[in-house]
C-alpha cells in the first residue's frame, strides 16, 4: 500500500472527527497517517481529546501534542478511527498486524462509531488470507497452543501456527505473546471467534465482527466510503 493512498483513507476519515470529539486513535502505518493530520489539525486549534490504542500511538500523539486521556479517564468515546488487514464485504475484520489488538478491541467496544482506513487491497471476499492474530498469555503457552489446535481441527479448519517472533517472542502492550494462525480461508468467523474466546489461556484474537461502521478504501480512482 504506498503512502498516498493511506493518506488519502486517513484523510477521509478525519472529516469524519467534530470538534470536541473523544476520539480513539489506532495503530499501524495507516492510522499513523491519520495521526499526524490529525495532530497538524490540532496545531491549527482543533479540539478533541484521544486515546492510544497502543504505546506507540501514544508516543506518537505525544509528539504532536495531541491531548491525551487514558480509557480508564474517559471510558466511552464518540468514534475510533483505525487500520486492518483485511475488511470483507459485511465489515468483519483482521486487525492485529501490528500486534495491537486487544486494546484496538477494547477501544472500538467503548467507541459509538469505528471508521476504518485502509486501501482496497484489504477488501477480500472471505477473510483468512492475512495470518489471524490469536493474543495468548505466556503462561502455559504450550497448552494454549495444543488447546487451540484442537479447537481449529474440531471446527474442520487447518491453519498452521507461528509464535511472532519466534524465539525471541514478540510481546504486546499487555504482556501477552501472539499467535498468528493461517487459515488461508475463514468461512464462518463467528463460530471460530466463539471457539477461540472459550480456551481459557487467549486473551483475545484478532477477528473484529460487529464493530466497523464505515471503510474508507483508498484506491487508484479516490477513495470509497463504504
Ligand atoms: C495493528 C493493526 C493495524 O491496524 C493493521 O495491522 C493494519 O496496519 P497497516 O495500516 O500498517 O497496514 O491492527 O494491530
Redesign the pocket.
Known amino acids: ?1 504506498s503512502l498516498e493512498l ?1 493518506i488519502e483513507a486517513a484523510a477521509a476519515a478525519l472529516e469524519l472527527v467534530e470538534e470536541g470529539m473523544r476520539l480513539g486513535i ?7 497517517e491519520f495521526t499526524k493530520l490529525l495532530g497538524a489539525k490540532v496545531a491549527n486549534g482543533f479540539k478533541i481529546t484521544g486515546v492510544p ?2 504505546e506507540r500511538t501514544r508516543e506518537l500523539c505525544e509528539s504532536f501534542s495531541i491531548p491525551l486521556a487514558t480509557l480508564e479517564e474517559m471510558p466511552e468515546l464518540d468514534l475510533v478511527v ?4 483485511e475488511v470483507d464485504h459485511q465489515f468483519q475484520l483482521i ?7 486487544l486494546r ?1 478491541k477494547i477501544v472500538a467496544n467503548a467507541s459509538e462509531k469505528m471508521a476504518v ?2 486501501d482496497d487491497s ?1 477488501l477480500v471476499d472471505t477473510l483468512g488470507v492475512f495470518p489471524l ?1 490469536i493474543e495468548v498469555n505466556p503462561f502455559g503457552l504450550k497448552a494454549t497452543w495444543n488447546a487451540i489446535e484442537k479447537c481449529i481441527s474440531e471446527l474442520g479448519l487447518e491453519a498452521p501456527l507461528a509464535l511472532r517472533g519466534g524465539g525471541s517472542p514478540f510481546v504486546t502492550d499487555g504482556g501477552h505473546y501472539i499467535i498468528d494462525a493461517s487459515f488461508g480461508h475463514i468461512s464462518d468467523a463467528s463460530a471460530l471467534s466463539d471457539s477461540l474466546l472459550n480456551i481459557p489461556g487467549v486473551v483475545e484474537h ?1 477477528l473484529f465482527l460487529g464493530y466497523a461502521d464505515v471503510v474508507f478504501l483508498a484506491g487508484e480512482a479516490g477513495v470509497r466510503r463504504l
Open positions: 500500500m493511506k489506532g495503530t499501524g502505518s495507516t492510522a499513523d490504542t497502543s483505525d487500520g486492518a488487514d486487525k492485529g498486524g501490528g500486534g495491537a489488538l484496538e482506513i485502509a484489504k492474530p484478532g
